[in-house]
Every structure is written in C-alpha cells, then in structure tokens.
C-alpha cells in the first residue's frame, strides 16, 4: 500500500513540476488559451500503468493544487470541466481497446477542449464562443497527438522495466 501511494505521490509532483514547466515557459502556439499540456503526458501514462481511479486522482489533485497555486475559481472550473471531460472518454476508449495511447490522447486533447468551452459558455451565459471550437479541436488533435506519442514511449519502456526487474 505504501508502496502505490509513493508512486502516486511521484506522479502527481512530476505532472504539477509540469504543468509548472509550462507555466514559466508557455509554449506558444499564437492561438489564445492553446496549451501543450504536457502535464497530460503523465495522466495518459498512468491510465495505462495504473488503476483508472488512481489516474483520475492524480489529474484532479494536480489540477486542484496547481488551481490554488497559480490559478483562481474560474481556471479551476475550466481545468476541473475538461479534466473531468477528456478522462471519462480517455478511460472509456482505454477500456475498450478501440485505440492506441496516441489515439486516446488525441480524444484526451479534443474532449479537454470541449468540456473547457462548454463551462466557459456556461459561465458568461453566450453560445457565441462555440465559435472557437473548430481552432480548438484542430489544437486538440495536434497537441494530444504529441503528448499521446511521448506516453506511448513511456509505457513501453516503463513495461519493458517492469518485466526485468
């Protein structure tokens, strides 16, 4: 037991290290409110290696202490509807095998996008920005694509570890 609760302890201080990462040095894409999100790499890491309740935990407690370090409410909805949005289809198409790790990031990085726009309509009561949501699925596609590739590489190699040691 105490053994999982250190790994998800490393997990979430590697995924807030960074999130951090990408807070001091924004990678910029010239599209408002467009992120890497590299922090997401380790959450698609750990949908693979770990329980899905486990994954689920570290996305919510990065999102929560990243919220109150640099954040405020209205990031945290944002972050928290997301979140909450892409994990349900990333673990329900992991669940299932219907695809590989760079296609559940790429669904990872759409639905992130979506639930984020939905809470954003909701909060200033206007359909009007789901006019963004063309650049934001192009953008979804494209950054959970790299993140999906960089957690593929992950996973194996990290399986790959685990069965020689």
Known sequence: MSKKVAKIGIFVALAMIFSYIEVLIPFSFGIPGVKLGIANIVVVTALYLMTPGEAFMISMVRIFLMGILFGNGVS??????????????????????????????????????????????????????????????????????????????????MKIQSQTA
Not at 94 to 117: A, E, T
């Open 76 to 157: 945290l909805l944002y972050s928290f509807a997301g979140a909450i949005l892409s994990f349900l289809v990333m673990y329900l198409f992991r669940k299932r095998n219907w695809f590989s790790v760079i296609g559940v990031s790429v669904l990872g990085g759409v639905f992130h996008n979506l639930g984020q726009i939905l809470s954003a309509a909701f909060v200033i009561r206007s359909e009007k920005i789901l006019y963004y949501f063309p650049v934001l699925l192009l953008a979804g596609v494209i950054t959970g694509a790299v993140i999906g590739f960089l957690s593929e590489k992950i996973v194996k190699a």
